[in-house]
């Protein structure tokens, strides 16, 4: 089946500094990639949608300048947050669509984000 | 509001005590209901897409089926390796570039 990957799976970083995570697809190529967070307890929220080659299209209440994303190849998406906050803590996952099947998304195993 | 709500929150099952999970959603013209497994501090582990009313899809212990309105996930005899949140989603037509909206999940538990 398809291969959704993250890096780091877990970041720990102070206040202010900017942090990157990395969503690659490793066995196909993802038209379309989505950035989701999740609290504790909480359903995975739509951030954004990326599509390679394209400026990402960010959900309501999303800061685009907090949260870049960037699809610069058909397997590889990032997501930097920058001047990260305490607020910001939470589990970023991503997923990836592929071009055969537009319904189906093939989630990575989510990277955990504490800004102290 | 609630487009996609699943019931129970949580639920204990003993082991070899088959129960089903549900999954209820308001939202029309439904491209596709998803389910999924997430174990805790990894993604959602991909297991089920239903289409259209009236089918049905199985998985080892797993069934879920579909209906106008909701779905269920169907546990049979479950296994303390089936502990996990059961979390189900929606595609609808419309949807901004086909972003699923997920229900809040239903933690399963079972005990040996």
């Known amino acids: 089946g398809a291969v959704v990957s993250q890096h780091p799976s877990r970041v720990i970083c102070k206040s202010g500094t900017s942090v990157k995570i990395e969503c690659r697809s490793l066995?196909?190529?993802?038209?379309?990639m989505f950035w989701y967070r999740q609290f504790p307890k909480q359903s995975l929220m739509l951030m954004a949608t990326?599509?390679?080659?394209?400026?990402?299209?960010?959900e309501q209440g999303v800061e685009k300048d907090k949260f870049l994303i960037n699809h610069a190849s058909l397997t590889l998406s990032t997501l930097t947050v920058t001047s990260a906050h305490p607020e910001d803590s939470s589990f970023y996952i991503c997923?990836?669509?592929?071009?055969?099947?537009?319904?189906?998304?093939?989630f990575g195993p989510g990277t955990r984000l504490t800004v102290l | 509001e609630d487009q996609v709500t699943q019931s129970p929150e949580a639920l204990r099952l003993q082991e070899g005590e088959s129960s089903s999970l549900n999954c209820s959603y308001t939202?029309?013209?439904?491209?596709?209901l998803f389910w999924y497994r997430q174990d805790p501090g990894k993604g959602p582990e991909f297991l089920f897409t239903?289409?259209?009313a009236g089918e049905e899809k199985e998985k080892e212990r797993l069934k879920a089926t579909l209906t106008k309105k909701e779905s269920f996930l169907h546990i049979t005899a479950p296994k303390p390796e089936d502990s996990a949140t059961y979390l189900c989603?929606?595609?609808?037509?419309?949807?901004?570039?086909?972003?699923?909206?997920f229900g809040k999940g239903t933690k399963l538990s079972v005990k040996p």
């Open positions: 997923s990836a669509r592929e071009m055969r099947d537009l319904n189906e998304q093939f």
């Open positions: 066995d196909f190529q993802a038209t379309t």
């Open positions: 990326s599509n390679e080659g394209s400026k990402a299209t960010y």
């Open positions: 939202v029309s013209g439904l491209r596709g």
């Open positions: 239903l289409y259209s």
């Open positions: 989603a929606v595609l609808f037509y419309g949807g901004s570039q086909g972003n699923l909206i």
